[in-house]
């Protein structure tokens, strides 16, 4: 009798295994059955009610149910391993046909290229490059560059002050002493190329911060003549060999005489149109012959030696060499702007 019971209990085990199909279910058939608690050992433990002379064969009996338990478990539980390794195959799959994400390479901000390639054209006439801070004394950004203290100039240039009393160089001229003391008293030739800062509104005409180059050179026989020769050179370089200089008398204070450089309109030739409000010329910088105070600050007898000098915009450039209607352009990171320039 019991032993019949005991047979039908094997097959209700091994039907309800045989539907196991994933590691939950099989976790809770073992706690069912073969866990310590389970049903299996539950028919161990009725061995002591069986009739005396039943007792063994009933514990045989147990025990191959047991055993047969425990392999059919084994055998289901390779089974759902394999299943459940299938199916995360399946999910975690790779279509390795799909097309190549295209990775996109970086490149040079377009004024970085354009200061390269102007001091490409300044070393070809033997000019180096010398560098200079962007947070500047006051004396270096001002004083020495002609504008004392209470100097009206000094209103000409809107101006970012630092909290210990210094200032972010308003234009590069603010190397030009350093360059003279560094590199002096012998002739010098150098561009000195970087961003200066305006604290001005930002407009499409002018922005916060932008890229000069200044040009400076100190020594005996330099002329007036040798300004003109050398802008010329940079203008063919930069718009075409077939472009003109004019210089056009003006004032800053740190030179004297003092011009500005024009060159003709991209745009119309000369002949004339809204972009240069009909005069033919276009503004590309301001130059003249290096003050007699700020060659005294270089170092430099203003009585042996004279200096010429010119500050050009680079951004500036920009916007005439191709049409660029905002200078906020140059600073706002719009991949679709900066990409044109690669
Ligand atoms: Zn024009």
Request: glycine residues 10%.
């Amino acid at each position: 009798m019991a032993i019949e019971e005991l047979e039908a209990y094997r097959g209700r085990a091994l039907d309800a295994l045989s539907a196991v199909s994933d590691p939950a279910s099989l976790e809770a058939w073992y706690r069912a059955h073969l866990a310590p608690s389970g049903e299996a050992n539950t028919w161990k433990r009725s061995i002591g009610q069986q009739p005396k002379d039943e007792r063994k064969a009933f514990g045989q009996a147990i025990n191959e149910v047991g055993a047969a338990l425990a392999d059919a478990y084994a055998a289901r539980q390779a089974a759902v391993a394999q299943a459940e390794l299938q199916r995360r195959l399946v999910q975690e799959a790779v279509d390795v046909t799909l097309p190549a994400r295209a990775r996109r390479a970086g490149g040079l901000h377009p004024s970085v290229i354009a200061l390269r390639q102007i001091a490409d054209v300044f070393c070809q006439m033997g000019f180096t490059v010398f560098e200079s801070p962007h947070v500047e004394t006051d004396y270096y950004n001002f004083e020495a560059a002609n504008m004392p203290p209470h100097h009206p100039a000094r209103d000409m240039q809107d101006t970012f002050f630092t909290t210990d009393g210094q200032v972010l160089r308003t234009h590069t001229t603010s190397g030009q002493v350093r360059a003279m003391r560094c590199l002096g008293p012998g002739p010098i030739r150098v561009i000195l190329p970087g961003l200066c800062y305006r604290n001005e509104d930002v407009t499409t005409r002018s922005e916060m911060q932008f890229h000069q180059v200044e040009g400076l050179l100190v020594g005996p026989t330099v002329r007036m003549s040798d300004l003109k020769g050398i802008l010329m050179a940079y203008a063919r370089a930069m718009f075409g060999p077939d472009q003109d200089v004019r210089l056009r008398g003006s004032y800053f204070p740190f030179t004297e005489p003092s011009v500005e450089v024009d060159i003709r309109c991209t745009l119309c030739g000369g002949d004339g149109c809204r972009v240069c409000k009909y005069t033919g010329w276009l503004e590309i910088g301001g130059a003249g012959q290096v003050h007699p105070v700020v060659l005294g600050h270089g170092g430099y007898d203003p009585a042996k030696n004279r200096g010429i000098a010119f500050g050009l915009g680079i951004e500036r450039m920009l916007m005439l060499r191709h049409g660029i209607d905002d200078i906020r352009h140059f600073f706002r990171n719009d991949l679709r702007f900066l990409a044109n320039f690669r």
